[in-house]
T-cell receptor, first 115, second 113 residues
Framework: GAGVSQTPSNKVTEKGKYVELRCDPI?????LYWYRQSLGQGPEFLIY????????DSGLPNDRFFAVRPEGSVSTLKIQRTERGDSAVYLC?????????????FGAGSRLTVL | AQTVTQSQPEMSVQEAETVTLSCTYD???????LFWYKQPPSRQMILVIR??????QNATENRFSVNFQKAAKSFSLKISDSQLGDAAMYFC??????????FGTGTRLTVIP
């Protein structure tokens, strides 16, 4: 696609529920990143995929968070047993690694609210 | 570990004037990239300007320019002839050799008409 697409744009859920957030990167981009941005803060790195594999998942806060990218394109961020502290905007970005400066293109984010 | 520090939570500038946003970073790498991103209320992160660490020349992009001081690990953004549309959160970011991008905490820029 022309840009990075994230769905849903907004998600409201109850504490303890399971949530999936989807990211559709720019076609052909090999790298995909997930960030979490709390109100008034900078984006916090969660996980980075190169192709289908997670090149760096050191930012995932705990084992309730998991992300997949099974075919090297679309990625899903999965959050189990959601907590109120998970409320944030989840940003996805993609890039074409190997062409010099790795410029990330961001989606508009998915705002998650956990009640 | 890389850290990016933006010491100005908020800045304001009069329309048509010039403003400089500060950023410092900490790294042990010799080759890396630095970026400034703009985030308006729409949440979309927009690339403003980038700088390759191996280049001594400061990057410029129309009204936006940087002052890159590698030895001091400083990377400030200068916005000239400020416009109302420049109002946004501005984030400084560091790209590691492993292609991972880390952000500072941001500076909220207000443009006063």
């Amino acid at each position: 696609g022309a840009g990075v697409s994230q769905t849903p744009s907004n998600k409201v859920t109850e504490k303890g529920k399971y949530v999936e957030l989807r990211c559709d990167p720019i076609s052909g981009h090999t790298a995909l990143y997930w960030y979490r941005q709390s109100l008034g803060q900078g984006p916090e790195f969660l996980i980075y995929f190169q192709g289908t594999g997670a090149a760096d998942d050191s930012g995932l806060p705990n084992d309730r968070f998991f992300a997949v990218r099974p075919e090297g394109s679309v990625s899903t961020l999965k959050i189990q047993r959601t907590e109120r502290g998970d409320s944030a905007v989840y940003l996805c970005a993609s890039s074409l690694v190997g062409t010099g400066a790795n410029v990330l293109t961001f989606g508009a984010g998915s705002r998650l609210t956990v009640l | 570990a890389q850290t990016v520090t933006q010491s100005q939570p908020e800045m304001s500038v009069q329309e048509a004037e010039t403003v400089t946003l500060s950023c410092t970073y900490d790294t042990s790498e010799s080759d890396y990239y630095l970026f400034w991103y703009k985030q308006p209320p729409s949440r979309q992160m927009i690339l403003v300007i980038r700088q390759e660490a191996y280049k001594q020349q400061n990057a410029t992009e129309n009204r936006f320019s940087v002052n890159f001081q590698k030895a001091a690990k400083s990377f400030s953004l200068k916005i000239s002839d400020s416009q109302l549309g420049d109002a946004a959160m501005y984030f400084c970011a560091y790209l590691t050799g492993a292609n991972n991008l880390f952000f500072g905490t941001g500076t909220r820029l207000t443009v006063i008409p």
